[in-house]
């Protein structure tokens, strides 16, 4: 997986995320509220 589809999906899954706190009437965190630290993704070869 490249580093643009892994960017992608991350995307897709944080909308996602996003989308089932607002069904479930829940608050969406202000962006820096939460930390989630850092990941490293190997390049390809």
Known sequence: M??????QLIG????LR??????????IPDPGSVDIGQI???LPA
């Open 40 to 42: 490293e993704l190997p």
């Open 18 to 27: 996003l989308q089932g706190l607002t069904e479930d009437g829940l608050p």
């Open 12 to 15: 897709e899954a944080i909308a």
């Open 2 to 7: 490249s580093p643009i589809e892994a960017e």
